[in-house]
C-alpha cells in the first residue's frame, strides 16, 4: 500500500525512538539471561532445603525486575500501566513464603518470562542495529535517488510522481512494538488470577478485621470489668455500709457517702476512658485535624503537623476519620515508649478519592511488626477499610508510616 513519504528527519526520528526502547532490551535480555540462571541455581537449592530461604528473595527481585519492564513496556505503547501487588514475603513462616512463591501465577510467569526475554530481546536488539545502516542506505540514498528520479519522468511527461515511503526504516517501531508487547502479555497476569490475588487479599484483610474487632471487644470488655464495673461494686458497698451507719453514727456515714461520690467521678472517668477507646468524643467535636492536633499536643516528643484539605469543608466518613486517628494514635504512642526519637511528624493529606496520612520520627528504628508493637493492628484497622499500610523501619532509622484510605471523595 502506498503512502505519502515522510521526510528522511522524521522517519530517523521514530526509528531512533523505537532503537532506544529495543537497545535498552539488548541490556534487559542480557540481565534475564544471568537471572534465569540465578533463578534456576535458586530452585535448585531450594530442592536441596538448604537454599529455601534464597527462594522468597529472589522472587522479589524478580518481581521487581519484571515491574521495571512492564512500566517500560507500558510507557512505550501509551497504555496505563497498573503496578502488580507484590507477595507479603517478608513475615511469617518460610514454609509459607515459600509455598506463595511457587503457587504464585505472576511469579510464574515472571519467570517464564526470563528465558523468552534473554533469547527474544537480544535477537530483536541485534536485528534493530543491523537494519540502521542499511535503512541509512536505502531510504536515505537509493530512496532519494528514486525519488529525484520519479519527480524527472513526471515533469517530463506531466504526470503525478508516485508516492513511495522508505523500506526499512519503518521495520524500527514495528519490532519495538512487537518487543513491548509480548512483554507485557507476558507479564501481565490474566483476569482469573488478578481476581482470586484480589478475593485472597480480601479474605485476608476481613479474617484480620475480625481478629482484630474480637481483640477489641475483649479489651473493652477488660476495661470494663477491671475498672469501671469493679469500682460501681465498691460504690454499692459504700452505700450499703452508709444506709447502715446513717441512724447510730451520721458522721461515718457521711464519709462513706464521700467516699461514694470520689468513687463515682472514678468510674466516670473509666468509662469516659472506655468510650474514647471506642469513638473519641474529640473526633465528634473537633474533627479530624483538631483530633489530631490534640495528640500532638499530647505527645512526649514534639511533632509537627501538616494538615492538607481535612479542614473545613466537608467532613470525611466517620469511619475513615476514626482509623486515621487510631493510627496517628498508636504511632505517636510507639514513637515516645519505644523509638527514641527527638521529634515527629505527622501529615494528613486529602486528595480525590484518597486520605494520606503519614507519620514518621527520627529514632533508632529497627520496628518489627512481630514484636507486638501495635504496627499490625494498624495494618488490620486499614486493610478491613480496603486501604493500604506501609512501614519502613530500617535499624538506625528513621521510621515512616505511610497510609491510604480510599475516602470516596
Not at 535448585?44 to 519484571?66: C, D, N, T, W, Y
Not at 514475603?89 to 526475554?117: C, N, S
Not at 536515505?140 to 510522481?161: F, K, N, W
Not at 486517628?325 to 493529606?349: M, W
Request: net charge neutral; glycine share 10%; proline share 6%.
Amino acid at each position: 500500500m502506498s503512502t505519502t513519504p515522510a521526510p528522511l528527519t522524521v522517519a530517523v526520528r521514530r526509528s531512533w525512538h523505537a532503537s532506544r526502547y529495543t537497545l535498552i532490551g539488548i541490556l534487559v535480555a542480557l540481565l534475564a539471561y544471568v537471572a534465569t540462571f540465578l533463578v534456576v541455581a535458586a530452585l535448585l537449592f531450594a530442592l536441596a532445603v538448604i537454599g529455601l530461604p534464597a527462594l522468597p528473595e529472589a522472587a522479589k527481585a524478580l518481581h521487581r525486575f519484571a515491574e521495571c519492564e512492564r512500566r517500560r513496556a507500558a510507557e512505550y505503547l501509551g497504555v496505563p500501566f497498573r503496578p502488580t501487588p507484590d507477595l507479603p514475603l517478608d513475615g511469617g513462616e518460610l514454609t509459607e513464603r515459600v509455598r506463595q512463591v511457587l503457587t504464585d501465577p505472576v511469579a510464574r510467569r515472571e519467570a517464564l518470562w526470563l528465558p523468552f526475554q534473554a533469547v527474544a530481546g537480544y535477537a530483536v536488539g541485534c536485528l534493530t542495529m543491523v537494519l540502521w545502516p542499511i535503512g541509512l542506505l536505502v531510504d536515505g540514498i537509493v530512496l532519494s535517488v528514486v525519488h529525484l528520479l520519479d519527480r524527472r519522468a513526471a515533469d517530463e511527461y506531466g504526470t503525478t510522481p508516485p508516492e513511495r515511503r522508505g523500506p526499512v526504516l519503518r521495520w524500527h517501531p514495528a519490532l519495538a512494538e512487537l518487543s513491548a508487547s509480548w512483554t507485557r502479555s507476558l507479564l501481565t497476569a490474566p483476569h482469573s488470577a488478578e481476581l482470586a490475588a484480589r478475593v485472597a487479599q480480601l479474605t485476608e484483610s476481613r479474617a484480620g478485621a475480625v481478629e482484630a474487632h474480637g481483640a477489641e471487644l475483649r479489651r473493652i470488655e477488660r476495661d470494663l470489668h477491671d475498672g469501671a464495673q469493679a469500682r460501681i461494686v465498691a460504690l454499692s458497698m459504700r452505700i450499703g455500709l452508709a444506709k447502715q451507719m446513717l441512724d447510730r453514727d451520721p458522721a461515718a456515714a457521711r464519709q462513706r457517702l464521700d467516699e461514694a461520690q470520689d468513687g463515682v467521678d472514678a468510674a466516670l472517668a473509666e468509662l469516659r476512658h472506655v468510650v474514647r477507646g471506642i469513638h473519641p468524643p474529640i473526633l465528634t467535636d473537633r474533627g479530624l485535624a483538631g483530633a489530631v492536633r490534640a495528640l500532638a499536643a499530647d505527645s512526649a516528643v514534639p511533632v509537627e503537623v501538616e494538615l492538607d484539605g481535612v479542614e473545613g469543608g466537608r467532613r470525611l466518613p466517620a469511619a475513615i476519620e476514626a482509623a486515621a486517628y487510631f493510627v496517628v494514635a498508636e504511632a505517636l504512642t510507639n514513637i515516645g515508649k519505644h523509638s527514641g526519637a527527638r521529634a515527629a511528624s505527622v501529615r494528613i493529606d486529602r486528595a480525590p478519592g484518597v486520605l494520606l496520612v503519614v507519620i514518621g520520627d527520627d529514632g533508632h528504628g529497627g520496628a518489627d511488626e512481630r514484636g507486638g508493637s501495635g504496627l499490625v493492628g494498624i495494618r488490620r484497622r486499614i486493610a478491613a477499610l480496603d486501604g493500604t499500610t506501609r512501614i519502613s523501619s530500617p535499624t538506625g532509622g528513621p521510621t515512616d508510616i505511610e497510609v491510604e484510605l480510599p475516602c470516596g471523595s
